[in-house]
């Protein structure tokens, strides 16, 4: 099947708001994207509505607008909708305000939950809450033993324990051609480690982010308009996020990292050639 290519001034007449991932979009490890500047500051004179949403839960919506700004870009803190970001909603439906919480990654992702509500306690105490935030800001095996440890002996004397994952992505690209496990990996191993502990449970991570739906009901939350479009260049994460929830996508398709070929399940709504 053959998707139509779509440009930039049809996305901005054809659609009240623009949702636009950030890595492989707008930016990369060394700066801003082609075009990425200039249509940034397009939207911004033309006072066209728009949401960077971005699966990191290492940055607050400010750092990562400084981060931005430095790269050129015209982005506030209010354009950002970071899986971090979904937290205080999470905890708020699942009455965890106070309750006790690890938190992996850096203080970014620790300000996410203290925000949300959570109680900050050490990787080796008893805890209420786990959040796997990001790959960063930690020794990983260290904690993630630590952490596993006091996850087992809170279940092993009848504990609950709930799991947190605002970012799903199981790699990131290292910007040297290479790619590094995400958040989502570290994830996946603690959820096989406890069911290998207890098989007749099933303990598993609420995923927040790209493309479980969480995070496009913030942005429709704060569109008011399901008249919108997500660009992106993860078939897996924006595209798949956009059509399970129901509006169309823009596949960008001269990325930074290596696609898998358009085929199966997942297609985009329209092709993308650059924001150039």
Not at 40 to 47: D, G, H
Not at 120 to 135: H, P, Y
């Amino acid at each position: 099947m053959t998707v139509a290519t779509i440009t930039l001034d049809e996305i901005v007449h054809r659609y009240d708001t623009l949702l636009l991932d950030a890595y492989g979009v707008l930016v990369t490890s060394a700066g801003a994207l082609p075009g990425a500047a200039a249509f940034t500051r397009r939207l911004k004179a033309a006072r066209k509505p728009f949401f960077i949403l971005t699966n990191d839960a290492s940055k607050l919506p400010q750092t990562a607008a400084d981060r931005f700004a430095g790269f050129g870009l015209a982005v506030d803190p209010d354009d950002i909708i970071t899986s971090g970001s979904l937290l205080p909603a999470y905890f708020d439906s699942h009455n965890l305000g106070g309750a006790s919480c690890v938190v992996l990654g850096p203080a970014d992702s620790v300000s996410y939950v203290e925000r949300a509500g959570g109680r900050i306690v050490g990787s080796n105490e008893s805890f209420d809450v786990l959040v796997v935030a990001d790959e960063a800001g930690y020794p990983l095996l260290e904690t993630v033993d630590a952490v596993l440890s006091s996850v087992c002996r809170s279940l092993d004397r009848g504990r609950s324990v709930q799991f947190v994952l605002p970012n799903p992505d199981l790699l990131y690209p290292t910007g040297d051609g290479g790619v590094g496990l995400a958040a989502g990996s570290i994830a996946l191993m603690l959820e096989a480690a406890l069911e290998a502990r207890y098989p007749h449970s099933h303990h598993r991570f609420a995923r927040l982010g790209k493309p479980h739906g969480a995070i496009f009901n913030e942005a429709l939350r704060r569109s008011g308009s399901r008249n919108m479009v997500m660009i992106g260049d993860q078939l897996e994460t924006d595209i798949a996020g956009a059509a399970a929830f129901g509006i169309d996508s823009a596949w960008i398709t001269a990325p930074v990292t290596t696609h898998a070929p358009l085929a199966g399940d997942v297609r985009p709504t329209f092709r993308l050639l650059s924001l150039d």
